[in-house]
């Protein structure tokens, strides 16, 4: 059953929906594209991304980024939204006694998680078209992580991308673009396929 939480962020409140599979099981954290271009917890891909992990009866916790919807605060290029990051997985911690998480985000969501890395214990990470070439990225770390790339994607470039992530999985899809219209089924596939280790 989903419920509307509050995670106290460093520039405010962030408004978050939690769905639980199991008491303390495993939760994915849901990071959604670039607020100033209409990014929210409510985006299609997080959707699918949600969906996918009810099916592995993983839990989920999207949040809206400072300044979006209900949140409080400002947007803030990219820097304080790592520290929402931050906030959203000490919170599932913290509040929910939750230790295996998996960090999902797409878009300006991947780049977000990709740099709150470092600065935090995870299972798992999945990225969706992380535009690493057009924003300040940290390395990769060296836990299991899924890419998910467009090959068309006009934004984030595959090859250079995939390049990047040497050593991650990396899937790309065929005639899609940044937008991933119609990639549902294959999306939620490859994340299954990541899920249980396949």
Same mark, same amino acid.
């Not at 990014?39 to 997080?46: A, E, K, N």
């Not at 300044?67 to 947007?75: D, I, K």
């Not at 992530?165 to 990396?170: H, K, L, M, P």
């Given at each position: 059953?989903?419920?509307? %939480? ?18 303390? +099981? ?21 959707? %699918?991304?949600?969906?996918?992990? +009810?099916? #592995? ?10 300044? /979006?919807? #209900? ?6 290029? $990219? %820097?304080?939204?790592?520290?929402? %990051? ?15 998480? /998996?960090?999902? $985000? ?21 990225? /969706? ?6 924003? +300040? ?28 992530? +040497? ?32």
């Amino acid at each position: 059953m989903m419920e509307l %939480v509050t995670i106290e962020g460093k520039a405010g409140s962030l408004e978050a929906h939690l769905e639980l599979q199991v008491q303390n +099981s495993c939760c994915a954290v849901l990071c959604h594209p670039h607020p100033l271009y209409g990014g929210s917890m409510h985006d299609q891909v997080l959707t %699918v991304l949600a969906q996918s992990m +009810s099916s #592995a009866l993983v839990g989920t916790l999207a949040f809206n980024f400072r300044g /979006v919807g #209900a949140s409080e605060g400002c947007h803030d290029n $990219g %820097v304080g939204e790592v520290d929402d %990051v931050v906030s959203a997985v000490e919170w599932l911690q913290r509040e929910k006694g939750i230790t295996s998480i /998996v960090l999902c $985000g797409y878009s300006f969501g991947a780049l977000m998680v990709l740099n709150a890395l470092p600065r935090l214990e995870v299972e798992k990470a999945i990225l /969706v078209a992380p535009p690493v070439g057009r924003m +300040s990225a940290c390395k990769p770390e060296k836990i299991p992580m899924l890419v998910i790339l467009g090959e068309e994607d006009e934004i984030v470039d595959s090859e250079s991308t995939a390049a990047f992530f +040497s050593s991650a999985e990396v899937h790309t899809i065929g005639a899609v673009d940044h937008f991933f219209v119609g990639a549902a089924g294959e999306i939620q596939a490859r994340v299954a396929g990541f899920m249980n280790g396949a």
